[in-house]
Each structure stands twice: as C-alpha cells, then as structure tokens.
C-alpha cells in the first residue's frame, strides 16, 4: 500500500510571522503539507487557481479583502474547508462568530510568540484543527470523517475519578452538552428549541477564550432559554444554559440541595481545555441519575469515556448520528464505547432531552 497524501493547507495572512509561524506549525505534523501562504485574499484565489487545497487557514482582518467576505465567495463558488485563524480580542471574536455562518468548519487563535506551554498547546489545537476542517462533511464535497485524534490526558488530570454516591434531596435535572468541530450550529439548533423555563444545561464547545464569550451572547440573542458565558461560582438554575469559557474546565459541584458550577485551569484533557470529559464527570457525580447527557459532532474523542461515567451512573445519554453530525468522531467513540442510551438525529434531540427531563424514572 502506498503512503496516504497528507493534507494539503494554503496558508492566508498579512502578517509575515503569523505565516511563517503558521507554516512552521502545520509542517512539523507528518500528515499535513503547507502548498502555499498567500497575504491577502487575492493572492490566494491565484494560488487556488494552481492548485486546489484540502484546507485553507485564513485571517480575519486583512488589507483589499477581509477574510469573512472571502469565506463567502469560496463557500459560493467553490466551497473548500476554511479554519478561520483570528487574535483573541473582543472586536475579533465578535466579527469571527460570523464565520460560522457563512461556513467555516473552525476558528482557532492565532499562535502568539510566548510562552513554550501556549506556543506547544497552540500548536497541538492548530494542527488538530486542519485534521477535523479536511474530515469535515461538507455537502458538496462529500467528505467523511477518517482520522481520530489520539488523547494525550483523561479527566484522571483535573477531576479524580471516584465512586458516584447516591443523589439525595434534589430530582433537578441538568443537561450537560459537549460538541467540537461543527458544534456551534448544531447547538444553536438544539438551543432554540428549548423553551425559557426549560432545564439547566452545562456546555463544553471546544472554542479559545474571548470566542465563548461572544457565542453564548449570540445564542441568548436568538434563544428563548437565556445563554450566559459561566463564571466562577455561577448557581445551576432552570432557565439557563451555561456555557464553559475557553481555556477554562467547567465542573459541577454540589452544595446541599443546590448546584452551581466550578471553573479550573489545568492541562488540556484529550487535547481541550475546556474538556467534555471533565464536565461529564463532574455531572456524573454530582447529579448521578438526575442528569442527561449529550454528545454532539466533534473531531476525536472527548467526551466519549464521560458520557459512558454519566450512564454508569444512572443518567440517561444521547449521541448525534452520523447522518447529521459535520464530524462523527466524538459521537461515533460514544456508541462504540455502548455509552449512548439512544442515537438521535438533530432535530430530534431537543425534543428527546425536554422528554427525558420532564418524565418520572
């Protein structure tokens, strides 16, 4: 058998740095290979001419042309997988949210010169995230997911696993979510399904720091059901959804009859930091029977081990199909590992959940 092709990247940015670190990045992963950097817009479309990419990581702000109405024309007339690559600012995650929109499979932070901890960390997410865009199943392009990520850490690295006491005084229900690659609209989709006094929901959407701020604004935007970014210490009530902030894990804790929930720092946990599979540990614990999780497409397999804990625990599980998910990584390790109670499609999830919160067991 012959050596599988790697990926081929263009590379798109303005800055001279970020693409010769963004360059130096992707080459250094044995499976991906930068074909060409483009400063703009314009100079890419003529790369493009010459030779088509698998993936193309692309700047926001840019001169001539920004990136967001490049996404549009290439999603138009030749839809290609796009990681959208922007700073972590407020006025860049506001403008970046619409990338999702018009079609992007990813964002990622730039990668800054600093620390060796973040440039290592930035580096692992950047390639990870070309993997899932060329896995990604875009329509047209037909494509199907092919190339699990291998975990480096478990949830053992921020969350001690120990054995699930039983729930007592409360029959609160909590919904723990955890989605990746694709994940933004398929829980925009879930969410606006969800009526305002419907039930607590904790989320990890694998996403930098200053984006989960802006997406959960979006969210609470177009839901009934407020959205908020969670801060630490923030009470698990009724009525609203809680999203993890990015670079920060999200745990539920307990106290007496009531909930509320924990942010830690620590080590990216199977590559992500927030991690579902801290999350659905610490669900697992703490509500036991009383919870309901959910696995949402995604590249890899975070959340998977968790999701099985939440079962073992008594909570009743659901994955996303393949049918419906942008990428069946996550979800697809969930039933392999018999940790999904049911496999549900889209648009049957949010009616499955309000089902499972509001029947007696």
């Known amino acids: 058998m012959g050596r599988k092709r790697r ?20 080459s250094s992963a044995p499976d991906i290979e930068v074909i060409g950097v483009a400063a703009d817009p314009f100079l890419a479309a003529n790369k493009i001419r010459d030779r088509v990419p698998d993936v193309i990581t692309l700047d926001v702000d840019m001169p001539r042309m920004d990136g967001i109405t490049f996404l549009r024309k290439i999603m138009s007339q030749h839809p290609i997988p796009v990681v959208v690559c922007s700073a972590l600012t407020q006025e860049g995650a506001q403008t970046t949210m619409k990338a999702f929109e018009y079609g992007a499979v990813e964002v990622i932070a730039k990668p800054q010169l ?44 921020v969350i001690p696993k120990r054995r699930v006491q039983a729930i007592e005084c409360t029959t609160d229900k909590v919904v723990a979510i955890g989605a990746s690659t694709g994940g933004t609209e398929a829980i925009r989709t879930l969410l606006a399904s ?35 970014e969670a801060e630490q210490g923030d009470m698990v009530l009724s009525g609203r959804v809680l999203i993890a902030p990015g670079d920060r894990h999200m745990v539920l804790r307990r106290n007496g009859d009531r909930y509320r929930v924990e942010l830690l720092d620590g080590p990216l946990v199977c590559r992500h930091r927030p991690s579902v599979d801290v999350l659905f540990r610490s669900v697992a614990q703490c509500a036991g029977q009383n919870a309901v999780g959910v696995l949402l497409t995604g590249m890899g397999d975070d959340g998977a081990s968790g999701l099985l804990e939440m079962r073992e625990a008594g909570a009743r599980t659901i994955a996303q199909d393949e049918a419906t998910s942008v990428v069946f990584g996550m979800p697809a390790e969930a ?21 499972l919160c509001t029947r007696n067991r």
């Open 194 to 228: 969800i009526p305002a006094d419907g039930p607590t929901i904790l989320i990890v959407q694998h996403m930098p720091r200053e984006f989960t701020r802006h997406f959960a604004q979006r969210l609470d935007d177009v839901c009934r059901i407020h959205v908020k």
């Open 335 to 355: 039933i392999r590992r018999s940790a999904a109670e049911s496999v549900l499609g889209l648009p049957k999830i949010a009616e499955h959940v309000l089902e």
């Open 7 to 26: 990926i081929r990247v263009l590379v798109v940015d303005d800055s001279a740095v970020v693409r010769a670190t963004m360059e130096a990045i992707l």
């Open 114 to 157: 600093g620390t060796k901890q973040f440039l290592e960390e930035s580096s692992a997410r950047i390639q990870d995230a070309v993997r899932a865009a060329a896995s990604a199943r875009i329509e047209l392009l037909g494509r199907s997911v092919r190339k699990p990520v291998e975990p480096k850490r478990s949830a053992d690295a």
